[in-house]
């Protein structure tokens, strides 16, 4: 059977001359990094135990695969076991992903009617805008900026007081949900630990300071939680040039907001505001995560850890009790790969050392050639063998532009245009629909988990090679870029 093409071919023909495309822009994992050995076994595995293959082939309890639940609750426990997580698989919900949760999430915990708006840390991950707006609120979508230390909480804080207080429930409104959920006055999405654009990690003060403001006004953290198993120390080059093949474990995690939720005592105000038992046992923070970047996007299976009331109420949305637990086959063949220890050992020895080796050849590269041109905002590599050992994670390197006479836009559709080179400007990191967001124009996002090891670090020189060349005379040029089919 002849393969499917992909949506965007980057690497077929080429016309006479053409530099091969460069797609910077792509936050995939590399087709390197995928465990299809172990997917086979795995899967081949699910289908030869009867009760297991009629199980996972039929639709599935409202709250996913129990045995996955059962191994995500136990695994939780242990990576995260200095902030005491229970093993309860109740505080567990298998979703089919953290996007497509994300819609389940609005459906099951917020009233458009009630719910004043969505709060979006900036710079944010572009594709979420649309899922908000799918959900009833499109025009209601309101930017926080970023500060070094996480989302600023007191710009936070006064964009919740500019909405006033929450509308009394009375017999005249009450939130159109049903017993097992509730409708919260606001909606907070942030990616804690290696922000996408951003890369920053929130510190510990700055994620209790967000969990008590939301108690306060009545808001649910939503925490895109789906980069926390991919982080690794960065020391100074040559230790990381010697782990390439080696195993890189996971260096001590920080607390999740539903972690600080769970553990952080609430204070009288707290217990004082309005709210009754039923409201409260909801929580305020939620941890919605995902196989996509630890195993395959196209598995299409995450997870949510709240309480479990809230992960309760996500069971309970429509199109889940509809259809049974999302992603049941694919989520049998992640439970054997957990339960196996495939999973754990392909992080360790396959998917953390090859995100540690390509970080460093980013961030190696853009010092090397485009360190006249950009800085480096969170990632840049310690100098010397004597450098404070630091932590790093995710996908992506964020650049600010040193030069105030050229954006980010032009500079990207020249790197097509004249070099073939897709990177990601800026401006697509807003948050749309909201005038007040903080432009972004000055800033570029690099992917460093795509590409061919290769063909980073020629990126990054054909990116140098634009902006050295930027004020030499051209020839004009017409191409365009899609952000959207280049995701």
């Known amino acids: 059977m002849r393969p499917a093409r992909t949506l965007v071919s980057d690497r077929g023909s080429l016309a006479p001359g053409t530099k091969p495309l460069i797609n910077l822009l792509r936050g995939w ?19 030869a135990d009867s009760d297991m293959a009629v199980s996972s082939l039929q639709y599935g309890p409202d709250a996913g695969f129990q045995l996955l639940r059962e191994l995500l609750a136990s695994y939780l426990s242990r990576i995260f076991s200095v902030y005491g997580v229970p093993n309860d698989p109740s505080r567990i919900c ?3 992903g953290a996007s497509q949760n994300a819609a389940c999430i609005l459906q099951s915990f917020t009233d458009p009617a009630y719910t004043a708006c969505i709060w979006v840390s900036a710079p944010c991950y572009f594709l979420m805008c649309p899922i908000f707006e799918d959900s009833g609120f499109a025009g209601r979508l309101r930017a926080v900026p970023e500060d070094d230390k996480g989302t600023d909480v007191e710009a936070l804080e006064r964009g919740f007081q500019e909405f006033g207080p929450r509308p009394p429930v009375s017999d005249s ?15 907070v999405y942030v990616v804690p630990t290696s922000s996408n654009p951003s890369g920053s990690r929130m510190t510990v003060a700055r994620r209790e300071q967000l969990v008590r403001l939301a108690r306060k006004y009545d808001a649910l953290l939503i925490a895109d939680d789906v980069y926390d198993f991919l982080q690794w120390d960065v020391p100074h080059a040559d230790a990381v040039l010697a782990n390439k093949q080696g195993s890189v474990a996971l260096p001590a995690p920080l607390p999740r907001l539903v972690d600080v939720d769970r553990m952080l005592p609430r204070a ?34 995450g997870w949510v850890e709240a309480t479990p009331a809230f992960s309760y109420g ?13 992603s049941q086959f694919s989520a049998a063949t992640i439970a054997v790969l957990m339960h196996t220890g495939e999973l754990d050992r392909h992080l360790r020895e396959v998917v953390r050392p090859a995100l540690q080796w390509r970080h460093r050849l980013l961030a190696q590269a853009v010092q090397e050639h485009l360190g006249e041109f950009l800085d480096i905002k969170c990632g840049a590599l310690p100098t010397g063998p004597s450098s404070t050992m630091t932590t790093f994670g995710g996908y992506f390197l964020w650049l600010k532009l040193r030069r105030t006479d050229i954006s980010a836009a032009a500079i990207s559709k020249r790197a097509l245009a004249d070099e073939n080179l897709v990177i990601a400007e800026g401006p697509l990191f807003e948050v749309k629909g909201d005038e007040r967001s903080a432009q972004f124009d000055d800033h ?9 090891e290769a063909k980073i670090v020629e990126g990054v020189k054909r990116l140098a090679h634009v902006l050295r060349n930027w004020d030499q005379p051209r020839a004009k040029a017409s191409n365009s870029i899609d952000a959207g089919a280049f995701k």
């Open 314 to 326: 996500l069971a309970q949305t429509g199109s889940t009790k509809s259809g049974g637990a999302p």
């Open 173 to 187: 409104y009450k939130p159109n949900l049903a017993p097992d959920r509730k409708a919260y006055r606001h909606v």
């Open 94 to 96: 298998i979703t089919g």
């Open 444 to 452: 570029i996002r690099l992917c460093f988990a795509w590409e061919d």
């Open 268 to 301: 009288e105000d707290d217990e004082n505001d309005g709210r009754d038992v039923h409201d409260r046992r909801f929580g305020n923070a939620i941890s919605n995560a995902s196989f996509s970047k630890i195993v395959a996007p196209g598995m299409r299976t």
């Open 29 to 47: 994992p590399a087709p390197s990094v995928l465990p299809v050995a172990q997917l086979k076994a795995a899967t081949a595995d699910v289908l």
